[in-house]
């Protein structure tokens, strides 16, 4: 057993040594901290002076930079709402022309069902107003040999 006890403790004595690495990783991580926060600061200060604001400490030169920056934004700002708007305004156009279509194809269903509706009407009108006349005889013509009786049908046509 105290065999076994040396040889642990003999394993176990080289490895005291090794807490030394995390102290080492928390100071990268420390260093890493600190520059991401530098360029959070440098970056949040660059925003405050494109919004026109801590311009105190910019000289002619720097104003003059900031001034082509901001140019240059909005000119790609102006682009881009052009665009949409053009694109915007084709998709108008484009359903502006469906929409006359569909308005074409429903004014001529409605002239054909409106002209099937007057041919019904005056059909029916004409069915209605049609009157065999069987009590009335045809004037005869008394000089040709064959003269017969004929059928009068009355049709009004006033619609």
């Keep these: 057993m105290e065999d076994t006890l040396t040889r642990y403790y003999g394993l176990h004595s080289n490895t005291v040594e090794k807490p030394v ?9 420390n260093t890493n901290r ?3 926060r530098s360029e959070l600061y440098d970056q949040a200060h660059k ?3 494109m919004k026109g604001e801590d311009l105190e400490g910019l000289n002619v030169e ?5 001034e082509k920056k901001l140019e240059a934004g909005l000119s790609l700002v102006i682009n881009t709402k052009e665009e949409r708007t053009l694109n915007e305004i084709n998709k108008l156009q484009r359903k502006e022309a469906q929409l006359i279509k569909e308005n074409r194809q429903l004014k001529q269903e ?3 069902t409106l002209h099937r509706e007057k041919l019904v009407t005056v059909n ?6 049609v009157s065999i006349s069987s009590n009335s005889t045809p004037p005869l013509d ?15 046509f006033s619609a």
């Design 142 to 156: 008394g000089d040709s040999p064959n003269s017969s009786r004929c059928l009068i049908l009355g049709v009004n």
């Design 62 to 66: 720097e104003l003059g930079q900031l």
């Design 21 to 29: 690495q995390p102290c080492l990783a928390l100071e990268i991580e």
């Design 124 to 129: 029916s009108e004409l069915i209605n107003n």
């Design 34 to 36: 600190e520059m991401l």
């Design 47 to 49: 925003l405050r002076q």
């Design 110 to 112: 409605m002239k054909m």
